[in-house]
């Protein structure tokens, strides 16, 4: 089947007849099955084309072979959805044991404004279990293969969704990022990955992680569908009070216009430091320069700047991270959710029931666990939880300075290209230094992307990261379209 | 050092748990009562819950106004600063009935703080004294667990029922005490229509903080903490019991342990649930998927302004306006169902009945569940007003309306429970009595005032009561003089 570069690509296809969303719905379930990339957990096979048949004949009858994109803006659009997040009647996993078993009752906002849209959801897709991991190594359903190269991990922990994106195994997908998780697998796997504000897109219906961090985001195979998405799942939402009442901009409308100029004159860069530390790999610090070089040469000012607690960020980030993380985990003691071991039942006490069914957590998500425990414990809370939001707070200001003076911030999204498959499993500590550079953005809230500008020479893709001030998505589209078209 | 001789003070803390009677729950959509007055829990277990209260993967909590306006409510009319930001904090605790693993409370800073209640108790009300409230926070109750034998059910109906716990400082003294601060509480958050009040169904649930200590001692002695009663007499009883069993164990040379008990009323008794040791860590901290709750002051302000006439206000005014006594007034707006119900009566009846309505509303009659109408009372209070029947003969006929229900008019008829006041009909009675108690007659016309007694007792009896006593006395003195 054709590779199609855009969803504006597929909507000229409908209108044209060359292919209607049965047909590319048929295409993708095709491709998935003859793939290798353990990208989905779930397929939504009969659901998917039950939605495509409807709007195949509504394309052919009602709209009269043109797509209504204003209407329906992601018409006939074949989506993967990352497993962390609910779809009425569907099963959600989580990328774990635990939710083997798990139906939901019910459809995560984001998912329903997608759908409502127009778009057909062919699974749910693979990820670390309970989105904890950076490789896609933590997931109980086995880990997702590089789409390009088999030896090294797509990361983490929205890996199906990357994977599956760039392999050409749906349009476009949802992933989720609380430290990275979207920003990473995108640059690994060579696709665009976009994290809105917090507070942007509703977490209802989103398996929480990490309440205060957790954002759904596109993943997608351009700036201009990343837009598209975005715009359509953002807003306020009565079922989540963490959700915003800003108004969204037509973020379309950014990219289209910055797209017909791609001037940056005027944009301000912000190059911080402490980013372009030692041990950053020098292919990708390369291929990053070599963009912001891009974006100079195109008009940009670029302004070195500091954003001197980012030394800070990792450990902050795993106090809070983790502390949430074993509060949100408390619902899955088996007796509402959570799979029961055969033998759990023949428990003496509550306590070795608990036990048993808390067992089905993996290696990583129970280290989580029980570090998040200890930290909230009583006579811990001041020096861990309430420390790290203090931490928090004097990171957001550090931001807050650096955005008087510049539009965006630009960084490598990673230190390295994609690793080897088990190349840091054993080492947890090193792990969690994957996400040096997506952290930040997390902890303070912001709008953050992975746009890939090249890669280095084996091939794999290297991402550049851009960080825009809160709730000025379009200023990041803007940014983001200009990196891509520079990379090209 | 401690001994038989030794005089000691109980030391008594309560936390009680107003259930708020909001529609819906306080996180969630379902419901959080019924019409019928009846719980929710009583519904088909686990029919009345939505993905929020159920706790399901991904739900999140978005807080029901209603429950926030109301807890404020509750914090005006007890006196307490109201926080513009108060904060939800997670309390952890694994348990069936908690499908979150958690329960959504507040802990470091709660939405009212340092308020007090004016008590009164003794025989008459005539002691009075100020009791400290520490704070009052929003919090969600949990489902029920229903055990069988080898297996446990849990029924998530009731989880997300939104309550407020109001805690006390330690400054009553007495379980008479710790009742009438109850009873104050109880009839202030009925009165703001905050709560149902319907004990039964677990609406309002008690907490109580006790310890002993050497009266006169600065330092407060180890508590415990009695669970979960739901009635103000048996915290009175407890509380009693409590107080002595840890006296008992002091004078035996044992130590008090900091623990849970709970109170069994059949046998009077509390008995150990869980010691301090046992006991939780519940690792709070606040809850990242509620932002700070934020009160304008304008919304304080209206509250205030929309405040109903709290029971104390109430209670003034119908010493003022009826002249009804401080202890009768007290009694009349100890639940708001027994205000509305004496105003009405008294509506029915005009100003002049109030006094005898609450005398007959304060003889031990109970309203709540009973057949009586305010007209009932508001008759019955015209005919003693008029001299029609008795006092006595009005609460036959309460009796009467309660056993088998009927007309109060129709119920003094059948009965014969007017009062003799024709003239005719009691001279010749009294004349016959005169006649029959010669001996009577002549001492006390020599001087022996006291027989009157004697003989208005004689001639009442001769009426089998039903004469008009004021009536009857004037007649028999006349008689009596020749």
Known sequence: MKNYKSIREVHDAYNSGETDPLKLTRDFFSNIHASSHNAFITLCETRALKQAEVLTQDLLGKYAKRVPREALPLFGIPLGIKDVLTIDGVRTTAGSKMLDHYIAPYTATAVQKLEDAGSITLGKMNMDEFAMGSSNENSAFGNVVHPTHSDRVPGGSSGGSAAAVAANLCMAALGTDTGGSIRLPASFCGVVGMKPTYGRISRYGQIAFASSLDQIGPMTRSVEDAALLSQVMSGKDTYDSSCSTEAVQDWSRVVFDTAKNPNAKGLRIGVPKEYFIDGINAEVKTAVLGAIEKLKVAGAEVIPISLPHTRYAVSTYYVIALCEASSNLSRFDGVRFGTRPKDAMESKSLDEFYKKVRANFGAEVKRRIILGTFALSSGYYDAYYKKAGQVRRLMRGDFEKAFQKVDVIVSPVSPTTAFKVGEKSKNPLQMYLTDIFTIPASLAGLPSMSVPVGRDQEGLSIGLHLIAPRFQESMLFKAATLAERLAT | ?482
């Open chain 2, 1 to 482: 050092m401690i001994d038989a001789s030794t005089e000691f003070e109980t030391v008594i803390g309560l936390e009680v748990h107003v259930q708020l009677a909001t529609d819906s729950k306080i996180f969630s959509t379902a419901r959080a009562r019924l019409e019928t007055g009846k719980s929710v829990a009583d519904e088909i277990p686990n029919a009345n819950t939505t993905p929020v209260c159920s706790g399901h993967p991904g739900s999140l909590p978005a807080l029901n106004e209603k429950a926030v306006l109301y807890a404020i409510k509750a914090g005006l009319a007890t006196g307490c600063t109201i926080n513009r930001a108060s904060f939800f904090a997670r309390k952890h605790y694994f348990y069936p009935d908690s499908p979150k693993g958690y329960q959504i409370s507040q802990y470091e800073l709660p939405i009212c703080e340092r308020g007090e209640l004016q008590i009164e108790y003794g025989n008459d009300g005539e002691l009075t004294k100020r009791v400290g409230i520490t704070r009052i926070h929003m919090e969600e109750d949990a489902g029920k667990s229903v055990h069988f034998s080898g297996y446990s059910l849990v029924n998530l109906n009731r989880a997300g029922v939104p309550l407020i716990e109001v805690v006390s400082e330690p400054d009553m003294r007495s379980p008479e005490e710790a009742g009438a601060y109850l009873r104050k509480l109880y009839g202030i958050v009925t009165a703001l229509g905050i709560c149902d009040g319907n004990l039964q169904e677990g609406n309002f649930r008690c907490d109580a903080n006790v310890s002993i200590r050497p009266k006169g001692s600065p330092q407060f002695g180890t508590r415990t903490e009695i669970k979960n009663v739901n009635s103000f007499r048996f915290v009175e009883k407890a509380i009693e019991f409590e107080a002595s069993r840890q006296r008992m164990s002091l004078l035996a040379g044992e130590k008090i342990i900091q623990e849970t008990r709970l109170y069994d009323s059949d046998k009077n008794q509390t008995f150990s649930m869980r010691s301090k040791e046992e006991a939780q860590d519940y690792r709070y901290f606040p809850d990242p998927d509620l932002p700070p709750l934020i009160i304008e002051e304008g919304v304080i302000e209206a509250l205030k302004k929309s405040l109903p006439e709290l029971p104390d206000q109430k209670r003034d005014r119908l010493m003022q306006t009826f002249g009804l006594t401080r202890f009768q007034a007290g009694l009349m707006v100890a639940t708001s169902s027994l205000s509305k119900f004496f105003e009405e009566s008294v509506k029915l009846g005009g100003d002049d009945t109030a006094k005898t309505i609450a005398n007959l509303l304060s003889a031990g009659t109970e309203i709540e569940g009973s057949i009586f109408t305010p007209a009932h009372f508001s008759d019955l209070a015209k005919l003693i007003g008029d001299k029609t029947i008795s006092v006595s003969a009005a609460k036959q006929v309460l009796s009467i309306l309660s056993a088998k229900g009927g007309v109060v008019a129709k119920i003094v008829e059948r009965e014969g429970l007017k009062q003799v006041s024709d003239l005719s009909a009691l001279e010749p009675i009294i004349d016959q009595i005169l006649a029959s108690n010669p001996k009577q007659l002549e001492e006390y016309r020599s001087g022996k005032d006291k027989l009157l007694g004697f003989f208005v007792g004689q001639a009442m009896k001769a009426t089998q009561g039903k004469a008009n006593p004021a009536l009857l006395q004037e007649l028999v003195m006349k008689k009596l003089k020749g």
